[in-house]
């Protein structure tokens, strides 16, 4: 029983280092510029350079920090996207259909027809909103892409840098607790916090009720 506490003990242990770690790369973002906010971006910025014409029709030339500021900002991706989505829309006129046209892979002379009369408020035919309809599917579809790979780049290099953290705090406490766990067992406890911390505080759980359960199996019957 006291090897299992000691189980418990370690288990909670790494898993709180694991918390502290992810913690530390989350402050990172207060980096000027948006810091470890920033990976991942790279993804949306080269599916929005396809339409900057359409984008800089909109809101100006400085489309890309609007686009950034509510990556960084953390909001849910279906509202950045469909924040992007409105941007189009209202930059979309008969000069910048060809670019959206190219990119939603639809023919641009009648784009640029459609958005002439959404420009004057003309009345837009079945075949018209079926046009812009492909259009607005087509662009959604490669942003859902785009926010996909961004997403995932993000995760995988936050859970890198977290783990480098780890390791780094790992090897500190070696230093300062002497007679511990030695440097390869440092670098054991540093690997392993990332993945264990979000699981850690139902292992322990887990294991507590199992501890408690064997003591109870062992103990003399009155």
């Known amino acids: 029983m006291e090897k299992l506490d000691i189980v418990i003990a370690a288990i909670a242990a790494i898993g709180g280092l694991g918390m502290a770690a992810m913690s530390l790369v989350d402050a990172f973002k207060a980096i000027p510029g948006g810091g470890v906010s920033r990976i991942g971006f790279r993804y949306v910025r080269a599916t929005a350079s396809e339409l900057s014409e359409v984008l800089t029709a909109a809101i100006g030339a400085d489309w890309e920090s609007v686009i950034l500021s509510h990556w960084i900002n953390g909001r849910p991706r279906d509202d950045q996207i469909a924040a992007i989505r409105s941007i189009l829309r209202l930059g979309l006129n008969d000069k910048t259909a060809a670019q959206l046209a190219g990119v939603a892979k639809v023919d641009p002379e009648t784009l640029a027809i459609v958005a002439g009369k959404l420009a004057t408020g003309a009345e837009l035919d079945q075949q018209d909103v079926d ?30 840098l977290a783990g480098v953290v780890a390791v780094a705090l790992a090897q500190v406490a070696s230093l300062l607790v002497p007679n511990t766990y030695g440097w390869g067992g440092a670098l054991l406890v540093g690997v392993l916090a990332v993945p264990i911390a979000p699981v850690a ?7 507590t009720a199992a501890a408690k359960a064997v003591k109870a199996e062992r103990a003399p019957s009155p």
């Open 201 to 207: 505080k139902d292992l322990v759980s887990a294991l």
């Open 131 to 160: 046009l812009l309809g492909r259009a607005e599917a087509a662009v959604g579809a490669r942003l859902d892409a785009a926010f996909d790979l961004a997403d995932q780049a993000y995760r995988n290099a936050s859970r890198v």
